[in-house]
T-cell receptor
């Protein structure tokens, strides 16, 4: 069945460091891929998405590229800020399973000044 | 006003009690979802509804029931709460395509003593 595997946390970085959070997926169809962010005490909100192979999603300095050959959608940011501290979830939506969403377990990021 | 609202935001109850969590949305979406979030487990799907007459079990539906009262309202019930149902519960909505984003409510923190 469909699944998403993402990098275990927690991750602690200094401000202005480079961020990578790995995400790989298994899907029966051609899924859309998403990164969601959850700030403390809040619900999840969409960070970026990519709907087909080789698409790059980007938002707020974050980027992720849909790599079909490696079934990956790694999240990157060149210079993190304290305000980026949050939990990040990778997810997929598969048309072969009625467009159900499958989420990874989440990666907690803390950025220290 | 928020697009997806959940009530209550926090609830403490005792084992054996019946609890209802409510979700309302103003986005006009047909699809609505209930998830629970537990530390280290990410989000797991409890129930989902593709329209008012279509309700489906998710990954972990045992011990839960739902009611779709209208396009905009989707309630989750715990008929007889137990301590391992202590979790953060999220409602979400979406349109129909696999490329469509899910929009989340702020969550309900439920504690079962």
């Amino acid at each position: 069945g469909d699944s998403v595997t993402q990098m275990e946390g927690p991750v602690t970085l200094s401000e202005e460091a480079f961020l990578t959070i790995n995400c790989t997926y298994t899907a029966t169809g051609y899924p859309s891929l998403f990164w969601y962010v959850q700030y403390p005490g809040e619900g999840l909100q969409l960070l970026l998405k990519a709907t087909k192979a080789d698409d790059k999603g980007s938002n707020k300095g974050f980027e992720a590229t849909y790599r079909k050959e490696t079934t990956s959608f790694h999240l990157e940011k060149g210079s993190v800020q304290v305000s980026d501290s949050a939990v990040y979830f990778c997810a997929l939506s598969d048309p072969n399973t009625g467009n159900q969403f499958y989420f990874g377990t989440g990666t907690s990021l803390t950025v220290i000044p | 006003d928020a697009d997806v609202t959940q009530t209550p935001r926090n609830r403490i109850t005792k084992t054996g009690k019946r609890i209802m969590l409510e979700c309302s949305q103003t986005k006009g979406h047909d699809r609505m979802y209930w998830y629970r979030q537990d530390p280290g487990l990410g989000l797991r799907l409890i129930y989902y509804s593709f329209d008012v007459k279509d309700i489906n079990k998710g990954e972990i539906s045992d011990g839960y029931s739902v009611s779709r009262q209208a396009q905009a309202k989707f309630s989750l019930s715990l008929e007889s709460a137990i301590p391992n149902q202590t979790a953060l519960y999220f409602c979400a909505t979406s349109r129909q395509l696999s490329t469509d984003t899910q929009y989340f409510g702020p969550g309900t923190r439920l504690t079962v003593l």
